[in-house]
């Protein structure tokens, strides 16, 4: 490791990312990215991500052709975290793999930060210039390209609310243990909620197995927060809904506000899952499920050709669509065969090449590189016993073809659910305009 480079300068680093675009989650011209083995070299004049990996090394492509040498390897490694005996995980967010969301793999992850130069050939200690750790420190905090594209379909930051902050409650209401057991209009005794203006206990929606008597206060009384009661817990967690602003809400004084009713926060106990939690499950029920409906389990396969692609958030209409679409002959003869020799020559922006997109994720479907068997261990579900092994495979995220092909469509470059047929049609116009660019006749 050397302390500087006679190569850091304003001729080979961009030392603001301010106005740049930055890619650091997947490699421009395949589909490696920080959590690959050798991770992913961001370039400190472009700010596009390339791998280092033994088959393809973009990174040193990338350097042939455009000669910039300093580079910003991120690699992200799995780390062994203590928890606190008996301590749950505090979710914020409906999110899943992300901050202050649900990880369901168990698994926790810290970043390695290495700086080096593709002429010396040497690693650089950046904290020692204080211009190169500003500019590392503003990479890691910069949004790349897919964040702010906003595939951010499953997050949902849970705040308090203008209601929460003003809510006048009823005095002189005490409310027993004996009340919180069952609704004050029927007999049922799960997925209760507590009015906090004037202390009614009544169950939830039909949907959750209730008899929507919770709603039925709101409407005659327009008292907008409720808790749910058997989510709370001596922390201050519980699952809140204000009906007015129709929205999962946070309450930072609902210890105060259980007590108005003498309620003793520290003495509930966490009997029922809370809406957070609840729509997490569906969502990755949904989405990862291998049983189908008549009770089969479905078996994985791997290798060439069964590449599973990620869903973005609600761009499963994308996938369909890329699934059915690519394998078929005639666009694997035309976008798979040649695929490799355009990424290894094209000097184009891949972000902004048509061929290069294609080319990247017809290979990435094809190759069987991202299907390769794997085991994880899940956390454990009950205490005392092991996680359950599941199988699974890297497959490939198509952040970058959607954000190509979705640029100059407000739909479609959107998190919101689409309809595939639509994209189909659209995705085959884009292909008919680009050979007629080309002057090739392929799509009749």
Known sequence: MVDTCPHISTENISFSVQGKRVFKDQCMKCYDNPRSPNGLDVCLKCFSGYCKSEM??????????????????????????????????????LAIGKPGGA???GEQWEQIIQVSCKKCNKVIDYEKNEQLKSLV?????????????????????????????????????????????????????????????????????????????AIEHYKQTKHPLVVKTGTITPNGEASLYCYDCDNDVKDPELPNHLIHFGIDIN?????????????????????????????KVLTPLYGPGYTGLENLGNSCYMNSVLQILLSLEPFKKWYLDGALEHLNTCYKNPIECYMCQM??????????????????????????????????????????????????????????????????????????????????????
Request: charged share 30%; proline share 3%; glycine share 6%.
């Open 56 to 93: 393809f090394n973009h990174t040193n492509l990338h350097f042939s052709q455009f000669s910039h040498p300093i580079v910003m390897n991120i690699k992200e490694q799995t780390v062994i975290e203590e928890k606190k005996e008996n301590e749950p995980v505090k979710i914020t967010k």
């Open 103 to 105: 990880d369901f793999t």
């Open 137 to 213: 420190t503003s990479v890691l905090n910069a949004a790349s390209e897919s964040e702010k594209s906003g595939i951010k379909a499953w997050e949902e930051e849970i705040l308090p609310c203008e209601h929460t902050v003003t809510l006048q409650q009823f005095p002189g209401v005490k409310i027993v243990d004996s009340s919180l057991k069952k609704c004050s209009q029927c007999d049922l005794s799960s997925n209760l909620w507590l009015c906090l203006t004037c202390g009614n206990l009544s169950c939830g929606r039909k949907e959750a197995g209730g008899n929507a008597h």
């Open 267 to 295: 003495t509930q106990k966490k009997t029922d899952k809370t809406v957070t939690e609840m729509n997490l499950d569906f969502n990755l029920n949904f989405t990862l499920s291998k049983t189908i409906e008549d009770g």
């Open 359 to 444: 080319s990247k994720i017809m290979y990435g479907l094809h190759s069987g590189m991202y299907s390769v068997k794997k085991e994880r261990e899940l956390p454990a579900t009950e205490e005392g016993k092991k996680g359950e092994i599941e199988e699974y495979q890297d497959g490939i995220k198509p952040s970058s073809f959607k954000l190509y092909f979705g640029r100059d469509h407000p739909d479609f470059s959107s998190n919101k659910q689409q309809d595939a047929l639509e994209y189909m049609s659209y995705l085959l116009d884009i292909m008919k305009t680009e050979d007629r660019r080309r002057k090739i006749d392929r799509l009749k």
